[in-house]
């Protein structure tokens, strides 16, 4: 296990994605993220819905995770938003080096 995380979420649009990795990236609360366009398919107020979302790999440091988390609940156009992470088990070492360099 090494001290690195990844956090999934999704937004509705890529601009609401957009500015709120640049807020995240401004607060040195990630590293880099990655986005992209799917089609999203959910159980919402009783019944199935579908539609484009983008999704999002937010790449940070595992201490950062409580303040991540907050920032994306505060930042987040979603009501109920995926907020998921995903403990890395291995990470080639200049890249964590890079990440840990670049976040608070």
């Given at each position: ?8 979420t ?10 709120i990795v ?12 990655n986005?992209?366009?799917h ?14 979302e ?10 950062l995770?409580?303040?991540?988390k ?28 890079w ?5 608070k």
């Amino acid at each position: 296990m090494t001290d690195m995380i990844l956090i999934y979420t999704t937004f509705p649009d890529r601009e609401s994605a957009e500015k709120i990795v640049r807020e995240l990236l401004e607060q040195r609360l990630i590293a880099c993220a990655n986005l992209r366009e799917h089609k999203a398919f959910y159980w919402w107020e009783g019944k199935i819905e579908e539609g484009q979302e983008i999704g999002a790999v937010l790449k940070t440091k595992v201490e950062l995770w409580g303040e991540l988390k907050d920032a994306l609940k505060r930042l987040h156009p979603y009501s109920v938003p995926a907020i998921i992470r995903i403990d890395v088990d291995s990470v080639n070492k200049e890249y964590l080096a890079w990440l840990f360099e670049v976040t608070k």
